[in-house]
Structures are given as C-alpha cells and as structure tokens.
C-alpha cells in the first residue's frame, strides 16, 4: 500500500499576519521540486490565515488551521467554525494538538466533535494524540493510545477515513529536542494502525497516514520515515525556518 506523505507544519503562535506570506513564499520556493511526492501544509495562526491563502495560491503548499469548533455558528467566542474555514481558502485543520489538551481543556470527547465536524465540511484533519512522559513512565502507553483513538474518533467511519490523518505526537517529545528513537515511533505507529483496523476494517486501516510530531528536524527525518507506518510528519519549531521545513520534505521525497 503506497501512502502519499503529507508534511504539515504547526506554526502554533508565532508568526504575524506581516511575516505570513514570506514565510509561505520561502517554504514554496523551497520546495517545489517535491509538491508531486508530498503533500506540503501550512497550518497557521487563524489570523493569518488570508495572507497564507493568498501567498500559497499557485504553488503546492496547502494551508490550515490549528483548531476547529464543531458547532457552524453561534455565541462561541473565540472559536471558529469549519465553514469559516473552508470558506477562508483552507482545507486542512490540526485537532486535538497536545498544547490544546494541556492548557485549554481539550478531552478526547471534545476532539471528536472537532474532528468529525472537520471531516464533515471537507477539511483533511490530522487529530493528534500521544501520551506523557509520566504516562509512558507508567505503563499506560497502549491504554493511552488506544482511548485516544477510541474516543476520538467515535462514529468516525470508513469512509470518512478519506479524510482523516492520525497524527502521533509523544508529548516528551514536543518541542524539547528530545525525539522518539524511529523504532520507538513505528513500534506506537504500528499500534495505532492496529487500533484503526479494529474500529474501520483493516483495508481503510492500511489507506490512512499516520504522521510523527515531536522535534522531527531534517537530521532525524529520512530515518523516521523510513519506517513502514511513518507517513509523514507534523512539525513545529522547524516549520518556522524555511530551509529546516523544506529540508523535512525533502527526506519525505528521498523516502
Ligand atoms: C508540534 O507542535 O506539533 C510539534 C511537533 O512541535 P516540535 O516539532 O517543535 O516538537
């Protein structure tokens, strides 16, 4: 089964409308060479959102947001809506990202509203999950795991899984510099799909792509994803630099 890998950044908060269509411009210019063999996302602040859509018209960098609400309308402030989104130009969102979960109260019952209404507008989601280091520590990964998975994509069917991108995210690893060893991803990758079989069939299980999160940077790429369920990459700190990005995309391309 031949899996297209998708490399998305997460820009998370940190570039402004002002630098936006740079940044995107760079990653574009980068990269062209790869748009046929990878997907190529920028998932960025909402607020930045126009100038990305606007910079990345023409070239094969996709653009999306960091979150969604599940609701279309309504006295949600601060929040928006999967049709705002699409209606912006995008057709990628991050749900269920370990920072959401940690300081904003996210659970996995929330992410699968979110999810799913995502899938519903025609958005391509990568819903993240992973466990703590205390829960790693502690025995719980497979538990962890596998209620993530469960709840999060509860009423979630096979052909929604069109749609769908699992992304694995171990939270020790995020932003610490401190990076799954590849076998150590493939081994919780491999889980997830296992998990995936179970709830929509083993055929969709092996069509779905599963990304590692967590400071995946050009010298750790190729070996990453050399692994037969590593299927992409969700990437922050590396996102922000053009040349790091596009050096993440090209392993991606030689994998
Ligand atoms: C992320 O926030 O999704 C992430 C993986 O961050 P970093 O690459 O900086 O670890």
């Given at each position: 089964m031949s899996r297209k890998k998708i490399i998305a950044g997460n820009w998370k908060m940190n570039v402004k409308p002002s630098e936006t269509a740079a940044l995107i411009k760079a990653v574009a210019e980068a990269t062209a060479?790869?748009?046929?063999?990878?997907?190529?996302?920028?998932?960025?602040?909402?607020?930045?959102?126009?100038?990305?859509?606007?910079?990345?018209?023409?070239?094969?960098?996709?653009?999306?947001?960091?979150?969604?609400?599940?609701?279309?309308?309504?006295?949600?402030?601060?929040e928006i809506s999967t049709g705002m989104i699409v209606d912006a130009g995008c057709h990628y969102v991050i749900t269920g990202h370990s920072e959401r979960r940690q300081y904003f109260g996210?659970?996995?019952?929330?992410?699968?509203?979110?999810?799913?209404?995502?899938?519903?507008?025609?958005?391509?989601?990568?819903?993240?999950?992973?466990?703590?280091?205390?829960?790693?520590d502690a025995g719980k990964l497979e538990e962890v795991i596998v209620r993530q998975m469960n709840v999060g994509l509860k009423d979630v069917t096979a052909a929604d899984c069109a749609k769908l991108v699992i992304a694995y995210e171990p939270v020790w690893a995020i932003g610490t510099g401190r990076?799954?060893?590849?076998?150590?991803?493939?081994?919780?990758?491999?889980?997830?799909?296992a998990t995936l079989a179970k709830l929509v069939g083993e055929e969709t299980a092996q069509t779905v792509r599963i990304q590692y999160g967590g400071s995946m940077k050009p010298g750790n790429a190729a070996e990453l994803l050399a692994k037969p369920d590593i299927d992409g990459g969700l990437i922050g700190g590396a996102a922000l630099k053009a040349a790091d990005f596009a050096g993440i995309i090209a392993a991606a391309a030689n994998a």
């Open positions: 060479e790869y748009g046929d063999k990878v997907e190529i996302v920028c998932c960025t602040p909402a607020i930045d959102v126009p100038a990305a859509v606007d910079a990345a018209a023409g070239t094969k960098v996709g653009v999306g947001t960091e979150n969604c609400h599940w609701k279309e309308s309504g006295a949600y402030t601060g996210e659970t996995d019952e929330t992410v699968n509203l979110r999810t799913r209404a995502a899938i519903a507008a025609g958005l391509t989601v990568m819903m993240c999950i992973g466990e703590t280091l205390e829960e790693r990076t799954a060893t590849p076998d150590q991803a493939q081994e919780v990758h491999a889980l997830i799909r």
